[in-house]
């Protein structure tokens, strides 16, 4: 059977804050170096003290890796784009792009791969079906209508919220 829920949630809280505060090596080893005398006080079980201390190591040392890692490209050494816009046909298109990307990148290392093809239809496809039904027009809503008068021929203009049919 498990620790109870908060103390779990006040050793991972003071290991973060540990993780955060720290600025070096040297300060976080004494920082844990206090955390652990307190969590022997409190009856925390050592395994689980260090598996959460660990844990959250990884997090943080994944955390500093991320932050050294150089993302933007080395200047001078980007990779250009080539953009080949192909019709789509289903699988002879996917053979057609697998074929051309390995002998592409051979020929052209400079040219980023993955990025360079695109492919779409010529056609839409709602071009050859309709994608809603035809609402006819005594049930439609929002129109406008005009009715003559019975009396003084006068056009009277309104517009329905409703439908049609349940006002004219």
């Known amino acids: 059977m498990g620790a109870p829920l908060a103390p779990k949630a006040a050793l991972v809280s003071t290991i973060q804050r540990a993780l955060s505060i720290c600025t070096d090596y040297a300060r976080l080893n004494d920082e844990f170096n206090q955390i652990r005398p307190i969590t022997r006080q409190n009856e925390y079980p ?31 050494c980007e990779k250009k784009r080539m953009y080949m816009e192909l019709p789509y046909v289903e699988n002879p298109i996917k053979v057609f792009y697998k074929k051309i990307k390995h002998p592409a990148g051979k020929i052209r290392p400079d040219i980023d791969r993955d990025k360079s093809v695109y492919i779409k239809t010529s056609i839409s496809v709602s071009n050859f079906f309709q994608t809603k039904d035809p609402v006819p027009k005594h049930l439609q809503s929002e129109i406008v209508y005009s009715a003559k008068c019975g009396n003084c021929n006068y056009n009277y203009v309104g517009k329905t919220e409703r439908q049609k049919i349940m006002r004219t």
């Not at 050592?46 to 890692?69: C, I, P, S």
């Open 46 to 76: 050592r395994a689980f003290v260090d598996t959460t201390t660990g844990v959250g190591l990884n997090e943080w040392y994944q955390r500093q890796n991320e932050d050294l890692k150089v993302d933007a490209p080395v200047s001078g």
